[in-house]
């Protein structure tokens, strides 16, 4: 059973509340729209040409309507699909919209993979969802599974800061990179209680993987809710050194997946993982996409898997909220999805495994570690 609403929480000049699946966000969206007065900024990975996208567009046309600056900013790669007179209305009415890596030859590599949400540069909404049907539901009876978090306040600011790097960036041509490493070299981060953490080629080099990996290492307990799970070995260690020193490690992970590829790869990892004292579950119901780590009282949310190409080549972001209130909401949200889940037997594991179902996800985590992140940084040396 989903749980009700978690209630908003307010701290150091933020307000926030959880959106525990993607009917709730996506009424949460709609409501920030129609209340925009002076500016939208929505960065998607992926949309699809039906609802719940077509709402969205009604939205954004009305917002044009009362004069509010409309800007959207799509992935070519998570949107191939998409016919391209979709926005075509949006643009006529003075809307402005971009996409991402347009050119054939770099769409593979570099993906926006973020997800975003900036109305007045006051409030915004990050997460996992993408715009399309299959993420709308309420993850248990239909629709994956996924989460966001609306919050108010300064890292909104910050937030639509991000945007407009990302948006400068979106050529993806020379003239592009330039604009954008100038619009990156100075925008901060946030607070100590709110922050921002961002990955990909031109973004400060490694640090959402740094600060992701030293809260892991000094965790004494640790909540993962991943679609995709393939940390790297330092992360790896540092989650079996939780365990080692006395402290607890869960992990949720998909029993279903939209990429099956990447849940037989995941599993090459399990044996280590359960080894290492991890206790593993696996998501029944529906698909699992989400993205949320509580370590400790600290929560990490937002588009990043805990995955290679997440952490090392996509561009990502996640807020750091070091927010006890707010991680005692995401635990219940945790535990509720525990529920509709299966634990994966350490001692019966391997024993359980078919010599072509360990052949098939060693195959396919070599695919993803290897090869995809070869094929990935080729094509940045040809940007300069």
């Known amino acids: 059973m989903n749980p009700a609403d978690p209630p908003d929480c307010a701290l150091d000049g933020h307000r926030a509340r959880w ?33 719940p996208a077509l709402t969205v567009l009604a939205a954004l046309l009305a917002a044009r309507a009362r004069g509010v600056r409309v800007r959207v900013l799509y992935d070519a790669f998570g949107s191939e699909g998409l016919p391209p007179g979709f926005f075509a209305a949006l643009e006529a009415a003075g809307g402005e919209v971009r996409v991402f890596s347009p050119a054939r030859r770099l769409r593979l590599a570099f993906r926006d993979h973020r997800k975003l949400l900036v109305c007045d540069a006051r409030c915004a909404i990050v997460g996992g969802h993408n715009i399309g049907p299959e993420y709308a539901g309420d993850g248990v009876t239909h629709g994956m599974l996924d989460l966001a978090l609306q919050i108010e306040g300064p890292i909104a600011g910050l937030l639509a800061a991000s945007f407009e790097a990302m948006y400068a960036l979106a050529p993806m041509d020379r003239g592009a990179i330039r604009e954008f490493r100038a619009a990156v070299s100075s925008l ?55 365990v080692a020193e006395g402290g607890q490690v869960q992990l949720l992970l998909a029993g279903k997946s939209d990429v099956p590829a990447a849940r037989y790869a995941a599993e090459h990892l399990y044996g280590k993982m359960l080894a290492g004292g991890a206790r593993l579950y696996e998501y029944q119901p529906q698909v699992l996409h989400a993205k949320l780590f509580i370590v400790d009282e600290t929560v990490y949310v937002g588009s990043c898997n805990l995955d290679r190409r997440s952490l090392n080549v996509n561009y990502e ?38 010599w072509w179902e360990r052949l098939r996800s060693s195959a396919a985590y070599w695919l993803f570690t290897r090869v995809d992140r070869f094929l990935a940084r080729r094509p940045l040396r040809s940007l300069g």
Not at 20 to 35: H, I, K
Not at 197 to 219: D, E, I, K, N, Y
Not at 226 to 242: D, H, K, N, Q, T
Request: proline share 6%; glycine share 8%; hydrophobic share 45%.
């Open 317 to 354: 972001l996640l807020l750091r909220l070091e927010w006890p209130e707010l991680a005692a909401q995401a635990h219940d949200l945790f535990y509720a999805a525990l529920a509709h889940s299966i634990e994966v037997p350490a001692a019966a594991w391997r024993g359980r495994r078919h």
């Open 188 to 242: 901060p981060v946030g607070t100590g209680t709110v922050t921002l953490l961002t990955s990909g080629p031109g973004w400060r080099a490694g640090h959402l993987s740094r600060v992701l990996r030293t809260g892991l290492g000094q965790a004494r307990s640790v909540h993962c809710m991943s679609g995709y799970f393939l940390p790297p070995a330092r992360m790896r260690r540092a989650l079996r050194r939780c």
């Open 19 to 51: 959106l525990r699946n993607g009917e709730v966000t996506f009424a949460a969206l709609a409501a920030l729209l129609a209340g925009a007065r002076e500016s939208i900024c929505l960065e998607t990975y992926m949309v699809r040409p039906a609802e």
